[in-house]
C-alpha cells in the first residue's frame, strides 16, 4: 500500500486487538495502556494538523485548483505544479528532482487524469524525504551517566523557549534535568534560561553577563556528574555574523564537555525558525560548517504558508528534523514524524 493510502486509512480504521502471548499479562491493563498510546497518537496527529493548516490552506488548494483545471496531465499542468511547489519553500533543487522523478513515474506508468496524480505526489515526496537514507529522529541518550544536550542557533528563533519545552517533556516524564546558560552575550539570556528553569522544575547553572560560556559549561557538567542528572540541556549564543568568534566558541565548549564526558554531546541540535524560508536553510549550511549539527528544531511552522521547508532541509543539508514547533504551549513541540506529517500537509486531499 502506497503512503497515500496508509495515511488515508491511518485513523479511521480500528487498531487491531495486540495479541498477548504472555499469559500473565493482564488483559484489562493492556488495553487502559493501548487507549492511552492511541489518545497520545491522536493528539499527536491532531497538533500535525492544526499547525499545519496555513501551508495545506495554501498548497493543497493549489493542487486542487490545478487538478480542477486540467482535464489531462501536460507540459503546463507540470509547469504550474512546480510553481506551487516552489511557493511552498520545498527548495529549487528539491523541486527539480521530485519534478524529474514525477514525469519518469508519469511517463512509465502512463498516467494521464490530474486526479490519479495526487497519491503519487504525496508518495514521492515522502520518498525525497527518506531517499534511501536512514535519518534518526529520535533522541540519542547516553548509556550511562548525563546526556548532553547542546543547542545552537541565531537568536530570535525560539532557541531558549524550545529547551525549556523540551526539558518540561523530560521533567514530565521522570528526568532529573539541568539547565546551563552558555550564551553570556545576549542582554538577559541568563536570567531568562533561569526563569524557564524554575517554570518546569529543571535546576540551572549560570553565571553573570559576560563571563566565558565555556567556563559555564564546564560548572554545569560537573554539576551533572556529580548529582547524578540524567540530561543537560546547553544553551548557546548566536552571533551567527561573526563566525569565526562564533566557531572558537563552540569548539572550546565541545572540547570542556568531552574531555569531562568523553562522547558527549550526544546531541547538537540547531533550531531554525520556519517563517524565515529559505534563510533557515542558508543558517543550516552555516552552522554546519562550524559545529557537527546532529539534528534540526523546526520552531514557528504554524506561522507560516511555507512548511514545505521540512523537505528543502532534509535534501539541501542532509540532517534529521527532530522536533517541530507549532507554537507556544509544551505540546506544541512534538517529535517529528514523517507520516504525520505528510498526513498533516495533505489531510484535505484525502
Known sequence: MGLFNKIKNMFSNKQEETELINENVDLEEAKKENVKAEKREETKVKVYEKGLTKTRNTFVSSLIN????YARINEEYFEELEEILIMADIGVNTVMEFMDRLRDRVNKEKITDPNLLKEVIVDELFIIYVNDDILESKIKYASSGPTVLLFVGVNGVGKTTTIAKLANKMVDSGKKVLLVAGDTFRAGATKQLEEWATRVGASFVGKEEGADPAAVVFDG??????ENYDVVFIDTAGRLQNKVNLMKELEKINRVITREIPDAPHETLLVIDATTGQNGISQAK???????????????????AKGGIV???????????????????????????????????????M
Open 286 to 304: 552555516s552552522f554546519k560548517e562550524i559545529t557537527n549539527i546532529t539534528g534540526i528544531v523546526l520552531t514557528k511552522l504554524d506561522g507560516t
Open 311 to 349: 523537505l528543502a532541509i532534509k535534501d539541501e543539508v542532509n540532517i534529521p528534523v527532530k522536533y517541530i514547533g507549532f507554537g507556544e504551549t509544551k505540546d506544541d513541540l512534538q517529535a517529528f514524524d514523517i507520516e504525520d506529517y505528510i498526513y498533516g500537509l495533505f489531510k484535505d486531499m
Open 66 to 69: 490545478l487538478t480542477n483545471k
Open 221 to 226: 557538567i560537573k554539576k551533572a556528574k556529580e
